[in-house]
C-alpha cells in the first residue's frame, strides 16, 4: 500500500491512542469497543497497510515514543531503622561481669 495511505492510519492511530490513553497492548476489539466502531480505524485499512494489528501498535510504539512513556513514580523510602545492639559488645559486657564475679570469689 502507499507510504500515505499508511502514514494516514498511523496518524489516526497515534490520535486515537492519545486522545483516549490507550495502553499500548490493548487488542483491536478492545480498541474498537473504547473508540467507537464509528470512529476506530476500519480493519481492511489495518490489513492493507500493516498486515495485522500488531504491526500497528509497533509501528506507534517507534516512532510515537511520547505512547510508551509512563509517568514514573517514585516510592517514598521506607522509614530509617533504628540502629541494632551490636552484640559482641553486648557479649563483652557479659564476659566481663563473669570474670569480675570469678575474680570476686
Given at each position: 500500500?502507499?507510504?500515505?495511505?499508511?502514514?494516514?492510519?498511523?496518524?489516526?492511530?497515534?490520535?486515537?491512542?492519545?486522545?483516549f490513553?490507550?495502553?499500548?497492548?490493548?487488542?483491536?476489539?478492545?480498541?474498537v469497543?473504547?473508540?467507537?466502531?464509528?470512529?476506530?480505524?476500519?480493519?481492511?485499512?489495518?490489513k492493507?497497510?500493516f498486515k495485522?494489528?500488531?504491526?500497528?501498535?509497533?509501528?506507534?510504539?517507534?516512532?510515537?515514543?511520547?505512547?510508551?512513556?509512563?509517568?514514573?513514580i517514585?516510592?517514598?523510602p521506607?522509614?530509617?531503622?533504628?540502629?541494632?545492639?551490636?552484640?559482641?559488645?553486648?557479649?563483652g559486657?557479659?564476659?566481663?561481669?563473669a570474670?569480675?564475679?570469678?575474680?570476686?570469689?
Open positions: 500500500m502507499a507510504f500515505r495511505q499508511k502514514q494516514q492510519v498511523l496518524d489516526m492511530a497515534y490520535q486515537h491512542f492519545k486522545e490513553e490507550l495502553p499500548l497492548d490493548i487488542d483491536y476489539r478492545a480498541y469497543s473504547i473508540v467507537g466502531a464509528r470512529n476506530a480505524i476500519h480493519p481492511i485499512s489495518v492493507r497497510s495485522a494489528w500488531k504491526y500497528v501498535l509497533h509501528a506507534l510504539k517507534t516512532t510515537h515514543k511520547d505512547l510508551s512513556v509512563k509517568p514514573v517514585v516510592p517514598t521506607p522509614p530509617a531503622a533504628k540502629p541494632a545492639k551490636d552484640p559482641l559488645a553486648t557479649l559486657k557479659a564476659a566481663n561481669k570474670e569480675k564475679e570469678m575474680n570476686d570469689e
